[in-house]
Nanobody, 119 residues
Framework: QVQLVESGGGLVQAGGSLRLSCAAS????????MGWYRQAPGKQRELVAF???????KYADSVKGRFTISRDNAKNTVYLEMNSLSPEDTAVYLC?????????????WGQGTQVTVSS
């Protein structure tokens, strides 16, 4: 089993920045891709970004150029640097890990961290 613990959420004004972290523990050797999903009230969960163990990255179109995902394999931690935040980015952000590099069938989920962007 793998446990994921997020941190770094909070309240920020539009145009501001936040950095999310997600630390993995347990059978981390089984993980290939790690990343983030988000879910806003009344909306479907959507992929934000992910990074593979080879550090290949992929982003949702809505966050390209504003968000940066990175990974420290030695610390089993993934980060999401979020800049130029807008109220549309308000959501619960969930860390996820997949044993597959395609990140299309998440095996493990974190508990989520709230990000609120005020206008």
């Amino acid at each position: 089993q793998v446990q994921l613990v997020e941190s770094g959420g909070g309240l920020v004004q539009a145009g501001g920045s936040l950095r999310l972290s997600c630390a993995a523990s347990g059978r981390t050797s089984s993980i290939n891709a790690m990343g983030w999903y988000r879910q806003a009230p009344g909306k479907q969960r959507e992929l934000v970004a992910f990074v593979t163990s080879a550090r290949t990255t992929k982003y949702a179109d809505s966050v390209k150029g504003r968000f940066t995902i990175s990974r420290d394999n030695a610390k089993n931690t993934v980060y999401l640097e979020m800049n130029s935040l807008s109220p549309e980015d308000t959501a619960v952000y969930l860390c996820a890990a997949d044993r597959n590099y395609k990140f299309n069938s998440v095996d493990y989920w974190g508990q989520g961290t709230q990000v609120t962007v005020s206008s």
